[in-house]
Structure formats: C-alpha cells, structure tokens
C-alpha cells in the first residue's frame, strides 16, 4: 500500500486503502478503539485525495480531510489524555506531549496547505503513516494495563 507511493505508481485502485485497521490497533478499550478506526479512515481519506486526485481536486480534497483530522485529533487525544489521568498512567506527560507536537504537525499542515506539492503531500501521508503504526499500535499500549486495572477497581 505505502509501496505504491515509494514506487511511483500513482493509480491505485480507488477502493485501495493505505492502512487496514487489523487488530494491531485494537487496544481492548471500546471508545478508543473507535477513534483509532476513524482515525485510520480519515488517514485513507487524505491518501487517496493526494494520490487519485488531479492537482485541484487534490487540494480541495486535501484541504477537507486536514480540517478533520485536525478537528478529530483534539477530540480524541483529550479523551485518550483524561483516561490516562484518571487511572494515573505514569508516562502521562511523555504521551500528552507526543500528541502535543502531532496535533501541531498536522495544524500546521493544514495552514499551508496551498503550498503544498504532490511531493509534499505524500510526505506528510507517509508521516501519517508511521505515526499511526508506531504510536496506536506501540505507544497506546502503555497505558492500556494501566487504565484496566483501574477499570476493575471500580
């Protein structure tokens, strides 16, 4: 899928998704585990506006799916950052600041988003990416033992 943008090939099929949500992003927490699917979505979204879109279309397209994932971002990372708290998740303040400097890559890519290039654009799909696999899939786990076994207190 991300080989697709690598290799040059820039006509995948229209239903070719970048990111499948396997169970690698489930983390056994219901609510979160469905913003983490949407969060995928929105990722898949604003991949394909950047690779099936003409120059245009791409940047009305893109424009569209950063505005979500911006306004999705704080909605998620504030109910994944008062679960950490409440249940006293040591590694609270490394976390909140990772999601601190995403939210503030992705608001930033939203406010130049008319320079952006295909080149760019690409770019910052493949950061999406990353950040998804490394920290839905790796950092939320942290936290996840934490928050159940408060779970199970109450």
Same mark, same amino acid.
């Given at each position: 899928?991300?080989?697709?943008?690598?290799?040059?090939?820039?006509?995948?099929? &229209?239903? &070719?998704?970048?990111?499948?949500?396997?169970?690698?992003?489930?983390?056994?927490?219901?609510?979160?585990?469905?913003?983490?699917?949407?969060?995928?979505?929105?990722?898949?979204?604003?991949?394909?506006? =950047?690779?099936?879109?003409?120059?245009? =279309?791409?940047?009305?397209?893109?424009?569209?799916?950063?505005?979500?994932?911006?306004?999705? =971002?704080?909605?998620?990372?504030?109910?994944?950052?008062?679960?950490?708290?409440?249940?006293?998740?040591?590694?609270?303040?490394?976390?909140?600041?990772?999601?601190?400097?995403?939210?503030?890559?992705?608001?930033?890519?939203?406010?130049? *988003?008319?320079? &952006?290039?295909?080149?760019?654009?690409?770019? *910052? =799909?493949? *950061?999406?990416?990353?950040?998804?696999?490394?920290?839905?899939?790796?950092?939320?786990?942290?936290?996840?033992?934490?928050?159940?076994?408060?779970?199970?207190?109450?």
């Amino acid at each position: 899928m991300i080989e697709t943008m690598e290799s040059g090939n820039i006509n995948p099929p &229209e239903n &070719e998704n970048l990111i499948v949500c396997e169970d690698l992003f489930l983390i056994g927490i219901p609510i979160i585990d469905d913003e983490h699917k949407h969060l995928v979505k929105l990722c898949n979204a604003l991949y394909k506006a =950047v690779i099936l879109g003409n120059n245009a =279309v791409r940047k009305g397209a893109v424009s569209i799916a950063l505005r979500e994932c911006t306004d999705y =971002v704080k909605t998620h990372f504030a109910h994944e950052e008062k679960l950490m708290q409440v249940c006293g998740y040591k590694d609270f303040d490394m976390h909140k600041t990772e999601h601190a400097e995403f939210a503030k890559t992705v608001l930033e890519k939203s406010q130049n *988003f008319e320079k &952006e290039t295909f080149h760019s654009s690409t770019e *910052f =799909v493949r *950061f999406l990416y990353d950040w998804i696999l490394s920290h839905i899939a790796h950092t939320d786990r942290l936290y996840v033992d934490d928050l159940k076994a408060y779970l199970g207190k109450k």
